[in-house]
């Protein structure tokens, strides 16, 4: 599109630094944004400081969760008139051109086009690997090959370097005419989950594909360790939209229950799985297995949140 009226929107919480990178990456694209907005999410780390140095939109606001956060910034954009807007974390930043691609392959049928995440260690694998999809769109239940991990990976698979599938807030740009149609994030997700949500509304809308042209640098993720709120969300939404948006759902729900526990022993420790299974965080365990089956969404104060 020739001129579109674009803003980039930030949602942080206690990044401080990572966030400066990522505003001056915003600031340095090489075809300016018509504004930026950070959600600040109730940061405590000098984050506000931060801001005050920078000419940009800010609303601070309790953490209400990356869901909130991406709630209350579309809906800044509805009120004040944008057609696009730029969604990203505050961990990652993106590639000078990003914007510029994205927008000269954006179209009036397009609902979301997004910038591909790759690490900012290794620019030729992607820190959230892109699904194999099978012929309804579903990613592929497969025993050896299931995810797309690298950009040479993608440019075989994709066609004309475009690919149905996108990570939402990491550099997606939205049209703002489909969140009228389809409705702003559901804030009640909380953390997690809110993306997949998403992105299935998005789809019912227009068109829904990542470009790989256009680069996100994010740090390496596959490490962080899962704090007891992170695996409850974690858990508990992977189920709400197995059922609500995927095929073969209960094998997909019984897949993610062991997909969390693997994840566990991989970045935190086996005495962790204990306390999920049989020890003292079993009730956050099996809560959260319990509420995605029921599917009750919202904010689980249990977790003294």
Not at 19 to 33: D, E, G, M
Not at 257 to 265: E, S
Request: glycine content about 6%; hydrophobic content about 40%.
């Amino acid at each position: 599109m020739d001129s579109l009226n674009s803003i980039a929107i930030v949602v942080t919480h206690n990044r401080c630094n990572l966030l400066k990178r990522c505003l001056k990456s915003l600031q340095s694209q090489s075809i300016k944004l018509s504004d930026i907005l950070v959600i600040d999410n109730g940061s405590t780390d000098g984050t506000k400081d931060l801001l005050n140095k920078f000419d940009i939109k800010v609303i601070h606001q309790e953490n209400l969760g990356s869901a909130g956060g991406w709630h209350t910034g579309l809906k800044y954009a509805l009120d004040n008139g944008f057609e696009a807007a730029w969604l990203m974390d505050d961990d990652g930043y993106p590639d000078q051109k990003a914007y510029e691609i994205l927008k000269n392959n954006f179209t009036k049928n397009t609902a979301c086009i997004s910038s591909v995440l790759i690490s900012e260690n290794d620019n030729s694998k992607f820190v959230f690997p892109f699904p194999i999809l099978d012929t309804k769109g579903f990613p592929k239940l497969a025993i050896k090959k299931r995810n797309i991990i690298s950009r040479r990976e993608f440019d075989l698979l994709s066609k004309e370097e475009r690919y149905p599938w996108v990570h939402l807030f990491n550099g997606a740009l939205i049209s703002i005419n489909t969140v009228k149609k389809i409705g702003n994030v559901n804030k009640d997700y909380f953390l997690y989950g809110d993306e997949v949500d998403y992105f299935f509304r998005l789809r019912t809308s227009g068109k829904v594909f990542s470009i790989s042209k256009a680069l996100h640098f994010h740090p390496e993720a596959s490490k962080r360790p899962f704090t007891k709120a992170k695996i409850f969300y974690f858990l508990r939404n992977s189920i709400i939209n197995y059922k609500k948006y995927y095929n073969y759902k209960f094998l997909r729900c019984t897949l993610g229950i062991f997909h969390i526990l693997f994840i566990v022993i991989q970045r935190n420790n086996f005495k962790i799985l204990l306390s999920l299974l049989i020890g003292k965080d079993r009730k956050i365990f099996y809560s959260s297995i319990y509420q995605g089956i029921t599917g009750k969404l919202g904010l689980n104060n249990e977790l003294g949140q």
